[in-house]
């Protein structure tokens, strides 16, 4: 373990810590300039056509709920599955529905998953380890659409 707690290999990831808890590191943004970047409808700006991270979660730790206003897709690469909860495109969460992102497909575990735009999420490892997802966003991740639940 390294002084931040983090796993050995996840030390390696060079990642800090996330406003929604956990640890990430951004590892894509496609270029801003035509075609990598675009200007969808109702944004205030142009975005990166799509951004991706590692995202590292540890045994106990959970992310607050919250939205992002583009499409992400979660996949799973190492340790714990992650139980990935949906609450809705309402105001706040909603009653959640849980999705298990991770390698078991036997037992029901999905290893990528969809969270549209603007749903409520939230995730939390399953068991002791810690997890280790990368998330992408089209458009691109831009901390000005996302929200954390007040």
Same mark, same amino acid.
């Given at each position: ?23 990430? +590191? ?8 035509l075609?990598?970047?675009?200007l ?26 919250h ?5 992400e ?17 309402g105001d ?31 995730? +939390? ?26």
């Open positions: 373990m390294s002084a931040t707690g983090l796993p050995d290999w996840a030390t390696s990831l060079d990642l800090q810590p996330h406003p929604e808890g956990g640890w990430y +590191r951004q590892t894509w943004r496609s270029e801003v300039g075609p990598q970047a675009v969808p409808a109702g944004y205030t700006g142009d975005r990166a056509a799509g951004t991706a991270i590692y995202f590292v979660l540890m045994p106990g730790e959970q992310s607050a709920w939205t992002v206003r583009g499409s897709i979660w996949l799973h690469h190492r340790g714990a599955p992650v139980r990935l909860d949906l609450g809705g495109d706040e969460p909603g009653e959640p529905r849980a999705i298990i992102v991770g390698p078991d497909i036997d037992a029901g575990q999905q290893p990528q998953a969809l969270v549209p735009p603007g749903v409520w999420q939230r995730a +939390r490892p399953v068991g002791d380890e810690a997890a280790l997802v990368s998330c992408i966003v089209v458009p691109g991740f831009d901390f000005e659409d996302f929200r954390l639940e007040d």
